[in-house]
């Protein structure tokens, strides 16, 4: 099995809203792969969840933008100032 098949395989949509744990849901807003808007759905369907949209970033937000998606990790851990 390719990794890649985790992605093009199967249909797991249904499962989303079923996610009961804290969910940060992070989304460079010049991702040129996956639209900022299938984050915003994504964290729509998972209850509670929040959505950030990273101002200026790519699809690798761990290497365009790293301070910036370890404050919203920190923040979202209850670790931040």
Request: hydrophobic fraction near 45%; avoid cysteine.
């Amino acid at each position: 099995l390719w990794e890649g098949d985790a992605v093009s395989t199967g249909d797991r949509a249904a499962r989303v809203p079923t996610i009961t744990h804290p969910t940060l849901v992070l989304h460079g807003d010049r991702d040129s792969l996956v639209p900022t808007e299938n984050g915003r759905r994504l964290a729509a369907a998972i209850p509670g969840a929040r959505f950030v949209a990273l101002a200026g970033v790519g699809h690798l937000p761990m290497w365009e933008a790293t301070e910036e998606l370890a404050e919203a990790v920190e923040e979202f851990l209850g670790r931040g100032d």
